[in-house]
């Protein structure tokens, strides 16, 4: 993710030899894709080893890997998989679903540890719909509606992707004062949108509010608009969910002593996604769940 949303010297002139050898870029890049190219290769290995050992009568539950060989397996004519299609379909979904999920985890813990109200009453929440039990699964998961709104906010917030992907105007338009020729390349500023004053007023803002990250609501689109809005929204939604979820339940949490939870380093950095600056070092205390 660093090599992707870095600079380097051969962005800037990506015709000159010289400087593609001197940069040094395409021989690290080559080799993160032969490490990556190694790992794929022992995950579909293990998928059709686990596949042959489950067709003899085991039980197995298929995911997006075994979707793609089922396909590739089944010689449809029109609709030919090869095994570097399965790859980058793979890489594609957990380069673009993990990262930028880890970040929203990560900014939201933060947030909730600054405001120990937030994290006090979300943690009753998840604590009380999943009384009993030693897991969280995803049954209840729709039960934890302050959750939700706890979420939404630290996307409004910290949108991972705040510069969404470049659009291409369909006809002029003027937007205040300025005028926007058709098939004009724009790039979309959801970080500002989410922080605007104009729209995001009140300090409980997401309740008994109808807004959505789903891109029907235009002052608030962390994960884009339309057609190429971001296909693994309800992926990404879910495994920030459930993940928080279950930290909330199992583990009490508290700052490292000396410092502060209202004083908490919240300086953001800039790569492919924006996250925090420096670490989130947290103490967790675990939680009897089952007698609680």
């Given at each position: 993710?660093?090599?992707?949303?870095?600079?380097?010297?051969?962005?800037?002139?990506?015709?000159?030899?010289?400087?593609?050898?001197?940069?040094?870029?395409?021989?690290?890049?080559?080799?993160?894709?032969?490490?990556?190219?190694?790992?794929?290769?022992?995950?579909?290995?293990?998928?059709?080893?686990?596949?042959?050992?489950?067709?003899?009568?085991?039980?197995?539950?298929?995911?997006?890997?075994?979707?793609?060989?089922?396909?590739?397996?089944?010689?449809?004519?029109?609709?030919?998989?090869?095994?570097?299609?399965?790859?980058?379909?793979?890489?594609?979904?957990?380069?673009?679903?993990?990262?930028?999920?880890?970040?929203?985890?990560?900014?939201?813990?933060?947030?909730?540890?600054?405001?120990?109200?937030?994290?006090r009453k979300a943690q009753e929440e998840v604590r009380q719909v999943?009384?009993?039990?030693?897991?969280?699964?995803?049954?209840?998961?729709?039960?934890?509606?302050?959750?939700?709104?706890?979420?939404?906010?630290?996307?409004?917030?910290?949108?991972?992707?705040?510069?969404?992907?470049?659009?291409?105007?369909?006809?002029?338009?003027?937007?205040?004062?300025?005028?926007?020729?058709?098939?004009?390349?724009?790039?979309?500023?959801?970080?500002?949108?989410?922080?605007?004053?104009?729209?995001?007023?009140?300090?409980?803002?997401?309740?008994?509010?109808?807004?959505?990250?789903?891109?029907?609501?235009?002052?608030?689109?962390?994960?884009?608009?339309?057609?190429?809005?971001?296909?693994?929204?309800?992926?990404?939604?879910?495994?920030?969910?459930?993940?928080?979820?279950?930290?909330?339940?199992?583990?009490?949490?508290?700052?490292?002593?000396?410092?502060?939870?209202?004083?908490?380093?919240?300086?953001?950095?800039?790569?492919?996604?924006?996250?925090?600056?420096?670490?989130?070092?947290?103490?967790?205390?675990?939680?009897?769940?089952?007698?609680?």
């Amino acid at each position: 993710m660093k090599a992707l949303g870095g600079l380097s010297l051969w962005d800037l002139f990506p015709s000159s030899n010289l400087v593609r050898l001197v940069s040094g870029t395409e021989r690290k890049l080559k080799k993160l894709h032969l490490e990556a190219d190694v790992i794929l290769e022992q995950v579909i290995g293990d998928h059709r080893a686990t596949r042959a050992a489950a067709a003899g009568g085991g039980e197995y539950r298929e995911d997006l890997v075994d979707v793609l060989l089922n396909l590739q397996e089944s010689g449809d004519p029109h609709f030919k998989l090869t095994m570097d299609n399965i790859k980058g379909v793979t890489l594609e979904v957990f380069l673009a679903g993990v990262e930028t999920s880890a970040t929203t985890m990560d900014w939201t813990m933060a947030e909730m540890i600054k405001d120990g109200r937030v994290l006090r009453k979300a943690q009753e929440e998840v604590r009380q719909v999943y009384r009993g039990n030693q897991n969280v699964d995803e049954s209840n998961l729709h039960e934890l509606k302050y959750l939700d709104l706890v979420i939404k906010e630290s996307l409004r917030l910290h949108p991972a992707l705040p510069l969404l992907f470049p659009r291409e105007s369909r006809e002029k338009v003027e937007i205040c004062g300025y005028e926007i020729p058709a098939k004009t390349k724009v790039i979309v500023n959801a970080w500002a949108i989410g922080r605007d004053p104009r729209y995001w007023a009140e300090s409980e803002r997401f309740l008994d509010c109808s807004i959505n990250y789903r891109g029907s609501d235009f002052e608030f689109i962390p994960f884009g608009a339309g057609r190429k809005m971001c296909p693994r929204l309800l992926y990404a939604t879910a495994i920030v969910k459930l993940t928080l979820a279950n930290l909330l339940y199992h583990f009490d949490w508290k700052v490292p002593d000396g410092i502060k939870p209202e004083n908490l380093d919240m300086t953001e950095v800039f790569t492919l996604v924006v996250g925090r600056k420096s670490s989130l070092c947290l103490i967790p205390v675990a939680y009897d769940t089952v007698i609680s």
